[in-house]
């Protein structure tokens, strides 16, 4: 099969591992580490313009994505069928199954994931807040906006390590010495928060580039959107005769 993946360029480790066990020709689309920063809407406009871009000569065109905020949502194949992974976001990709991810994060509450990818590419997310920078101290804040409003700001964009007590790093495999994982240690002591390192399991990436979308995937026909069913199936597809779901 001929195969065009439109994916996140976060996990980019991760897809070049896929591609190259994958049998089949594979051509890629990776997309700024940012857009999830951006909201569900403008994610789900990029990405279907994405998705429109394709020509027709490929097999299916693989969303190298979970639900992510709904950022998929109403994603339509057109003349060519979507392939998406059941998957709630990156995490459960890089954990490589829901239930496992599902029962680690109940099992874990307040915990802040990192990956390889995370870790490196940290510079290429936006800031959640344009010109605002999680990054800039309290007295940059408080230089550039003035004391009361830089302490306000400060505290909203900081605000994420107040509810947060752990942070797992997933080993993928794919990080090439401890850096990576060192790095993620380091902010875990900087914030307080304890640390823990966890197996990663690369088999969903693998299996969305070799074709095999028997359990754990949906198949969307032209004519398809993507709907979230908010169960355990993640999502749906509407629109279509097909049917389209698979377990």
Known sequence: MRLMLIGCGLLVREWSDAIVRSP?????????????????????????????????????????????????????????????????????????????YRAYFRANPGTYYRSAGWVERAADLKDQL???????????????????????????????RRTYRKLAFICTGSEPNTGFADAARAEAEKNGWAYQEIAGDLSLFQRLLAGQWERDFLVIPPGGKIVATFDGEIVAATGCASKTKSR
């Open 130 to 160: 344009p010109g605002l920078s999680i990054a800039d101290s309290l007295d940059a804040m408080i230089q550039r906006y003035g004391e009361e409003n830089g302490r306000y700001l400060y505290q909203e964009l900081t605000a994420y």
């Open 24 to 100: 089949h020709l594979i051509d890629v689309a990776l997309m700024p580490a940012a857009l999830h920063s951006a909201g569900a809407a403008d994610m789900r406009n990029r990405l279907q313009a994405a998705i429109d871009a394709v020509d027709r000569s490929y097999d299916a065109i693989l969303l190298g994505y979970g639900l992510c905020g709904c950022g998929v949502v109403g994603l339509q194949a057109r003349a060519t069928r979507l392939v998406l992974a059941r998957a709630d976001d990156c995490i459960t990709l890089l954990m490589g199954a829901r239930d496992r």
